[in-house]
């Protein structure tokens, strides 16, 4: 499997004769070659969040424009290997998303996650069919937010306030100055938000993934991954849930590493996206097998991120 090293190796040899961009061509290459592996249109949604912070890597309505380029023409009897690197993004953005991709590809949806689908990416994962996912991936809470404000934990805090001050008027003085900074409606916007997200989940499991389960067990997983994935209480949004994890809460998981030849191409192709990401001015890149792509491109003058920090979710962000 040609890995980190090798794709740079790769790339640099290409651009040493190429007349056209040389990133473009490695990452072409080898999506057609996984193309050729499983007979499955692949589109590959990869976003520059460990590289780089500026506004556009989240999932978004602007997306749906790209999805709409990159389905254009495919054959979609052969169904969707759906590649996914995201931190997350806009909710309501991401239910509308799942919604076309489903009219579009049906049940016959597949998510691959080389490394993190966080927040709204497991919502977009968890609408598939199954996800393959290796030892080194992850999914993340899908809990709401409200720019840091996590919904579950605040509702949680608001409740350990009334029952502290019932039982000890005197607690006031310590919580009035919290709950003073929480402004009219929050609280309703903040149940709301937690039903849509519990509700998504809930019916887009038992369409899809686990719809072939009899209702008790159907009702016994999807109870588990609600409460772990969107009642995400005591927990960073950004937790790493690995795959291990995900299959013993009741998620359909293929194991990477149970296809060789698979897992080489999935990971070499993580690679050539990682190489664009880092050394060119691309921010998000949406793109099939057949060569066909909408790259969204930052400001050259961005800051990369030395050291990053796990999933990035933007403040302007409601909920995910």
């Not at 993004?89 to 998510?111: K, N, Q």
């Not at 994935?229 to 299959?247: D, L, M, Q, V």
Request: hydrophobic share 40%; net charge negative; proline share 5%.
């Amino acid at each position: 499997m040609p890995n980190w090293s090798h794709v740079l190796n790769e790339i640099a040899i290409e651009q040493a004769t190429a007349t056209v961009f040389p990133h473009d061509v490695i990452r072409r290459r080898y999506l057609q070659k996984l193309f050729d592996h499983t007979d499955r249109n692949v589109i590959a949604y990869y976003s520059g969040f460990l590289n780089k912070r500026a506004e556009g890597i989240e999932v978004n309505d602007e997306d749906k424009n790209a999805f709409m380029l990159c389905i254009n023409e495919l054959d979609r009897s052969k169904g969707l290997d759906l590649i996914l690197h995201t931190p997350g993004g806009d909710a309501h953005a991401t239910l509308s998303l799942v919604d076309y991709l489903r009219s579009m590809f049906g049940s016959d949806m597949r998510a691959i996650v080389p490394q993190l689908a966080m927040s709204a990416g497991t919502m977009i994962a968890c609408s598939c069919k199954s996800i393959v996912m290796g030892k080194h991936s992850s999914l993340g809470p899908v809990d709401p937010q409200f720019g840091s404000v996590a919904a579950a934990n605040l509702l949680a805090e608001v409740k350990r306030a009334k029952t502290e001050i019932l039982a000890n008027p005197g607690a006031s003085l310590f919580w009035n100055p919290i709950l003073s900074k929480i402004t009219p409606s929050f609280l309703e916007r903040c149940e709301l938000a937690i039903e849509d997200s519990n509700q998504f989940l809930d019916e887009t499991l038992r369409d899809n993934m686990l719809s072939s389960l009899a209702k008790p067990e159907q009702d016994t997983a999807v109870e588990n991954i609600i409460d772990v994935f969107a009642n995400n209480i005591g927990k960073a949004h950004n937790t790493h849930i690995p795959a291990k994890r995900c299959a013993e809460l009741g998620l359909k998981i293929e194991e990477l590493e149970s296809d060789q030849t698979l897992q080489d191409l999935v990971l070499t192709i993580h690679h050539c996206y990682m190489h664009t990401l880092s050394n060119t001015a691309a921010l998000k890149i949406v793109e099939n097998h057949m060569g066909r792509a909408l790259v969204k491109q930052v400001a050259v003058n961005f800051v990369p991120m030395v050291q990053p920090q796990g999933a990035y979710l933007p403040p302007s962000v409601d909920s995910d």
